[in-house]
């Protein structure tokens, strides 16, 4: 099975509430990026 693999910049914020984590930006991986995650994993 094979799935997608994204890419995720995220920030780690606290407001009065307590922490919560802020999504920058999302974006689906690269070829390259698929080739090297699938080698180390």
């Given amino acids: 099975m094979k799935g997608i693999l994204y890419s995720v910049i995220y920030e780690v914020r606290e407001d009065d509430e307590g ?3 802020h999504l920058v930006t999302l974006w689906k991986s690269t070829k390259q ?4 995650y ?3 994993e």
């Fill in 19 to 21: 922490e919560y984590y």
């Fill in 38 to 40: 699938e080698e180390y």
């Fill in 33 to 36: 990026e698929e080739e090297l």
